[in-house]
């Protein structure tokens, strides 16, 4: 318990300290971190394990036993402990309320897979269904013991724990009951806590950036995108912002998606670290003129266009237009870098517009489709 006791103690202030202090004490830090994350259970386990002790001295006297001054006295053999008077029996009342608290646990951790898979069953049904009875059959064993302790309280079979002398079964302090209860409590808890992590790498596995490449993105791709200022799989001279160019957007077409109310425009030069070039969210219509930035979009904040103008002699630059089409506006408050680099189209795709609702589980969903058109430019 003293142990524990100073890793607990020393793992909240790591807790609390400066990050640079934090950082100068290294590899003592990280341990003390490590350490005191597992004090903290064993710290409650071992002042429930000191209050049995202590609350079986007590009962040794309450039946009139002799307590030992040593260890070592009556040779560590408690049957040998003389008593002044017999009497058996005082706690079998225990038995009921060890009984009561087990079922307690029971209720609590029945409330906590409920609200396991009311959380869950909407977003993904199969791991919720696959993982809910584990945890029901699991916490059962809350119910075994509340039965078990229940039949304790019987006492032609059971006896007080100090009656070691007793031919019956000795029955299980409320103290050692309440810490077997705690143990298996941190058990069930960590066993909650898992489903709800697995259940959440699943879901984001579907349908989040986890396990994800952009090659995996790019087989998701289902609407039809064309440019009239693409040709031959070269951009024309006439969208870039250089000498030659008039800066102008390019003509775009793509697919009328049904329920769509946004199509959000994206393009990056992927050949210099995903740089913006085109950022647009709040287009409704599915065709846009060649130069919209100069004529229906200008001076809007939410079309902005730049066009390609990679350094001279540095080869060609794969410049990839993206569109996706959205049920509503994005939810999460994004603030796009533009002129520079920035996402790549999967990362805005999963982390950003794809996510319709803020909160611990995010819902995904609010893109219904989205294509893309590349083409390369050089001078």
Known sequence: MIVTGILAALFLICMFMPEEKAADAGGLAVFIALAGVWSIPLLILSIVLYIDSYVYLKRLEKNHFTVPDKKKDYDNDLSRVPRSEAVENLYSGDSRIAGIISVAFLAVFIICDLLY?????????????????????????????????????????????????????????????????IVLGLVAAYGVATAHSMTKYVYKSK?????????????GATMEVTSQDLHDGRWGVRITNTKEGENMSPQLSFSQVPGAQYYVIYMEDESANNWVHWYADDVHKTKLASGANQTEYDGNPSFKYVGPYPPAGSGDHTYTIYVYALKGKPDFELDPEFDEPWLQADDLYYDHLNISKRGDINTYGNVLAYGYISGVYSR
């Open 117 to 181: 898979l009311k959380t869950w069953l909407p977003y993904e049904p199969d791991s919720a269904k696959a993982l809910f009875p584990l945890l029901i059959v699991f916490h059962l064993i809350f119910l075994i013991m509340a039965i078990v302790y229940r039949n304790q309280g019987n006492t032609e079979k059971y006896v007080d724990e100090v009656d070691v002398r007793d031919r019956r079964k000795a029955r299980v302090s409320l103290a050692g009951a309440v810490g077997t209860l």
């Open 207 to 219: 349908n989040g950036s986890y396990d994800k490449e952009l090659s995996d993105f790019w087989k």
